[in-house]
């Protein structure tokens, strides 16, 4: 008799358990990232943008009925009943979306020469020759130069410190380009960076004097004036890099404000060879490196606070640059100042506008999961759950993408295809919600 009733109650809990599980919803992701600065499909809203993916309205579309094996075992004084519940197949079926939020198309080759993609200014063209064909070739050569000239300050320990320095902030400064417009449109200064980088080309090749006192380039600025000029920038950007950046609040120790700092006494240790904004002393190649050779290792620091009055400077506030002048700091003159000004109140709104641009709906469609062979064991003792075990196999979601074509089409199917984390957040939540449900269909038959 007592064997009927529990097989009474498995049927019961059978169908409750099929009944509930069907009834299964989950909630929607979060947005994943997929690609950034992407290109976008043609005759889209803009032409790059940062892709990404999110699934909604989850839910079980069908599944099998469940097959149950139940026995009693016994153990010590207690009677425990154990239930293996098996579904040939349980479909999860949704809606997705791939969306693109606007980015701002990156100019300049951050990553290698930090000139302008298809610069002029690479080399000057022959006649006849192919335009196109010329800036790669000298891009080329400036960073095999670049290397040549690494590997020679490799050699020497000042030399390696230097490059040390570089290496440690290289990601944050390739971060502020990135993402800061301003940053970028003031590093080409309407080309005389480029123009800069030649002369040094050619000046490394022959070991002519680098820095030409008398030359004017297209901003109408010396070369110290405009390098000065850029390495206030960097540093400034730097800082301004770091996520949910106050200019209100006094800058803390980061990797951000590390690399401000990094730039600005970069720009000290260059003050010894006696050059700054406005005084030139010529160097050649062959100056260069022996300055860095026969100076002292270690690079002029800079503390935070003197950082944070640059920028307090900058912004015009009252009483800043008469702190610098009486703590031997950083004084910029009023045209520093109000190129400061300017460019931090640009890149904060840049951010600002950025941060309130929607993502646009780049594709939609359904998509589904089949989960094979799923398995739950139940041990269920004094009418209530105690161990709850499920097995649920790795599955993948079939995204139906039949509308998406060309390049950007690609990658999104390339990125879907690896992102291994969806697929076990999506695991968890559909083992989280069975077992949930097992739990409490268990606990509401075997009680009544």
């Not at 130069?145 to 040390?164: C, H, I, S, V, Y």
């Not at 990797?255 to 003050?271: C, E, H, Q, W």
């Not at 499920?390 to 079939?398: E, N, Q, T, V, W």
């Amino acid at each position: 008799m007592k064997n009927n009733k529990h097989g009474m109650l498995d049927k019961k809990l059978q169908k409750e358990i099929t009944r509930q599980i069907k009834k299964i919803t989950f909630n929607d992701s979060p947005s994943f990232p997929l690609a950034m600065n992407t290109e976008m499909p043609e005759g889209f809203l803009f032409n790059k943008g940062h892709i990404s993916f999110n699934l909604s309205q989850l839910g079980i579309r069908s599944m099998s009925q469940a097959a149950l094996e139940s026995n009693m075992r016994s153990s010590g004084d207690h009677d425990a009943t154990h239930l293996t519940l098996s579904f040939k197949d349980i479909t999860l079926h949704g809606a997705y979306t791939i969306n693109a939020k606007y980015a701002p198309e990156i100019e300049l080759d951050t990553a290698g020469t930090m000139m302008e993609w298809n610069d002029p200014y690479f080399a000057p063209a022959a006649a006849g020759a192919n335009e196109s064909d010329i800036p790669d070739e000298q891009k080329q050569a400036y960073l095999d130069q670049a290397r040549e000239q690494r590997t020679r300050l490799m050699d020497k320990p000042n030399g390696q410190k230097l490059m040390e320095v570089y290496n440690e902030h290289n990601e944050v400064y390739n971060g502020a380009f990135q993402g800061n417009g301003l940053l970028r449109r003031f590093w080409k200064a309407r080309g005389a960076t480029a123009e800069m980088a030649a002369d040094t080309s050619e000046a490394v090749k022959n070991d002519g004097v680098i820095n030409q006192k008398d030359k004017r380039y297209k901003n109408r600025l010396s070369y110290n004036a405009n390098a000065f000029t850029q390495q206030l920038n960097v540093a400034v950007a730097s800082v301004m890099a770091q996520p949910g950046f106050d200019i209100y609040k006094p800058i803390e120790e980061n990797k951000y404000t590390s690399a401000g700092l990094a730039a600005l006494s970069f720009g000290k240790a260059v003050n010894a060879t006696g050059n700054n904004k406005s005084q030139t002393t010529e160097l050649t190649s062959e100056q260069v490196h022996a300055s860095v050779d026969n100076n002292s290792p270690d690079m002029p620091q800079t503390s935070l606070d003197e950082l944070g009055n640059v920028v307090q400077q900058g912004m015009g506030s009252g009483g800043a640059a008469e702190e610098a002048r009486d703590k031997g700091w950083i004084v910029l003159d009023e045209e520093d100042r109000e190129h400061l000004r300017y460019f931090i109140t640009g890149s904060l709104n840049e951010k600002e506008e950025a941060a309130g641009r929607q993502p646009i709906q780049l594709w939609i469609g359904r998509c589904e999961a089949i989960l094979k062979n799923v398995s739950v064991k139940i041990k269920i003792m004094h009418g209530a759950p105690s161990e709850v075990d499920i097995d649920l196999p790795a599955f993948d979601f079939d995204v139906d993408d039949r509308s998406w074509s060309g390049k950007t089409a690609d990658l999104v199917r390339e990125r879907l295809s690896q992102i291994y984390f969806v697929r076990c957040l999506i695991h968890d939540q559909v083992l989280t919600r069975i077992k949930s449900v097992i739990q409490a269909s268990v606990a509401n038959v075997y009680t009544a």
